[in-house]
């Protein structure tokens, strides 16, 4: 019997070796994104929440790639086990013995491909696990459509026989509704030991880890089953159908959040992909197929028109963002219009007021208050003052072939249509370019240049 008066540290276990063949995939099963994110990335994220001594991730197939997607999510923590040929599950955790044979410690043992579990649930497992004797203890749940889980038995008094996985079992044993969520708690050294006597005798010649619990209570340890009553945490994703339905959910439920929480209108809900990490504020107004990714902030009283992407950005309140815009990395203050087929990106900064206009492409830089772009232009590496005017057809020429140079527009400049900006280059306060002018040199404050290459023309004060 397991001693559990004194607390011992709790080590976490990721199965991530898998190709996961059913998802038909080139790529790793556990790198496929969810969410925005790879799956494994959602299960680690919720491992490290417990504040373990170790997560330990058993890779295999594209092991580089996906011991790059843990770590990009929960850096040093992380440690890796390498599970060379793919002979199941129990072979899986055996991979780790030699680093948690002899440690009197709890692993949890969790799924690479079951990534909405919630670290909530998880802590209640753990602790349920504590409450008993048990050397093991089963996360389960109840499902109205079981099929292809691995099934709980119990016996005539409810108490836990065994699992038997969908193709190993009989028909009357495939009837029952609860199922394993491949995620557990173990006792390491009952683990270790119950390993050493599992045998692939199942219809995959498979070493499974659900063969584990039958042997422990066959060798004299208890085991038990914790029932969750939230079945979606659990769902494990093997096909791109389900990967699918899964996206759906957390969609709906980040929208309904947002409607229900922060009193944002969607036009069809529907046809709007939202990122569970996006904040909108109050009275905005989200038009159809608008996507919105990874960590978006939009503020209160925005309009947002069909078609637009925004990833990773920040707009204040009051903005309009019309159709058909990509917005990236970049930040917009209050009350600006951008688009319609606007391209803001790589920390594009427009200040208040700022007015970017149809087929206008803004990278890396700044438009201080009250400035507008409005027609078929491209402004990158610029800096442009409060009120400026750029005329329709603006180019900044910010790369000579090798490098790229800044532009810096000044205050209340009007640029004329077609002209084109040869950075590194500097036009001064208050002047004026003329339409088609090739700006090669500075141009002084107050002062009309025009041609090509761009000559003074007049003194404007
Ligand atoms: C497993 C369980 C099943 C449970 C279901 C819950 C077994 C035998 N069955 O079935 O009872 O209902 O999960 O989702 O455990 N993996 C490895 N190395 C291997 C094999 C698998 O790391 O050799 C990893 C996979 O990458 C995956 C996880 O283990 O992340 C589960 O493997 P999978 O083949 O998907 O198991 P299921 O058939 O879903
Ligand atoms: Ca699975």
Redesign the pocket.
């Known amino acids: 019997m397991t001693d559990k008066t004194s607390p011992r540290p709790l080590n976490v276990l ?9 998802m038909k995939s080139k790529r ?3 790198l496929h994104e969810l969410g925005g994110a790879p799956m ?1 990335a959602h299960v680690v994220r919720a491992a490290q929440a417990l504040e373990p001594r170790r997560i330990l991730v ?4 594209q092991a580089e790639e996906v011991e790059r997607a843990v770590l990009a999510e929960i850096g040093e923590l992380a440690g890796f086990v390498i ?1 060379a ?8 955790v055996e ?1 780790a013995r030699n680093q948690l044979e002899d440690s009197d410690s709890l692993v949890l043992v969790l ?4 990534p909405m579990i919630r670290v909530d649930t998880l802590r209640k497992l753990i602790e349920h696990h504590g409450s008993t004797d048990a050397a093991c203890t089963i996360l389960s749940v109840r499902l109205e459509n079981p099929t ?4 709980i038995i119990r016996d005539e008094s409810d108490a836990f026989q065994k ?1 038997v ?2 193709r190993d079992a009989t028909d009357e044993q495939r009837q029952v509704k609860e ?5 557990y708690c173990f006792e390491a050294k009952e683990l270790f030991q119950a390993l050493r006597k599992l045998e692939p005798k ?1 219809d ?1 010649r ?6 584990v619990p039958e042997i422990i209570l066959t060798r004299g340890g208890a085991v038990t089953v914790f029932v969750h009553t939230e079945p979606r945490e ?3 994703i ?1 096909t791109r159908a389900e990967l699918a339905e899964f996206e759906n959910l957390m969609r709906r439920s980040a929208i309904r959040r947002l409607m229900t929480d922060c009193g944002v209108t969607f036009i069809d809900p529907a046809h709007a992909y939202i990122s569970s990490e996006a904040q909108i504020g109050r009275d905005s107004i989200i038009h159809p197929n608008v996507t919105i990714e990874g960590k978006a902030i939009i503020g209160e009283g925005c309009v947002i028109r069909a078609g637009v992407r925004i990833t990773n950005s920040r707009l204040g309140d009051g903005v309009v963002v019309k159709d058909h815009s990509v917005i990236v990395d970049s930040d917009i203050e209050a009350n600006c219009s951008v688009g319609p087929f606007a391209h803001l990106r790589m920390n594009a900064i427009l200040e208040e007021k700022a007015t970017v206009g149809n087929f206008v492409e803004v990278k890396k830089s700044r438009l201080k208050r009250g400035t507008k772009a409005m027609h078929l232009t491209y402004l990158g590496d610029a800096t442009i003052g409060e009120r400026t005017n750029i005329g329709a057809g603006t180019v900044t020429c910010n790369f000579d072939g090798k490098n790229k140079h800044e532009t810096i527009i000044e205050d209340d400049v009007k640029v004329g249509s077609d002209t084109m900006l040869v950075a590194p280059v500097r036009v001064g306060a208050r002047s004026v370019t003329g339409a088609g002018s090739v700006v090669t040199k500075d141009v002084p404050p107050d002062t009309l240049v025009a041609g090509v290459p761009a000559e003074v023309k007049k003194r404007l004060k």
């Open positions: 990721v199965m991530a070796a898998g190709l996961g063949t059913r790793a099963k556990v494994i058993i890779v295999g197939h599970q040929e793919q002979r199941g599950t129990g072979d899986a991979s799924s690479g491909d079951v292809g889980y691995g099934r699992i996985e969908q199922i394993n969520s491949g995620i199942n995959q498979e070493y499974y880890l659900t063969d659990v769902y494990g093997n």
